[in-house]
């Protein structure tokens, strides 16, 4: 699924089985809650943090990846709430990017090796 039609097909689920998008502040918040769920997975799948059950941490690789596409579906709906063309702006960011960091990475002595 390209970004334009992930954009589509979540503006058509909103405004179907959704009835309405949350307030943009709203979504923003549900955004930050969700990036902090992805976080306490990192935090214990390769960090030094422990799951406080074996069966969560059976279950957490398939859960990162659930709650990886929750994060990606509010910053979608973010996106279709305020204009943005996701691919568009990602395509401006990675030229940004490109011409900023050409040399920077490649010189990195903390990267080598």
Request: glycine share 6%.
């Amino acid at each position: 699924m390209t970004l334009k039609a992930a954009q589509e097909t979540v503006d058509e689920w909103i405004n179907t089985i959704g009835i309405r998008y949350y307030s943009e502040l709203t979504n923003t918040a549900v955004l930050m809650e969700e990036v902090g769920e992805v976080a306490r997975l990192m935090a214990r799948l390769y960090g030094e943090q422990s799951f406080k059950r074996p069966e969560d941490a059976r279950r957490a690789p398939a859960q990162l990846g659930d709650e990886m596409a929750d994060v990606l579906f509010v910053l979608i709906c973010l996106a279709n709430q305020t204009g943005v063309d996701l691919t568009e702006a990602l395509q401006r960011n990675l030229a940004k990017k490109t011409q900023r960091d050409k040399d920077r990475h490649a010189n990195n002595e903390k990267l080598k090796g």
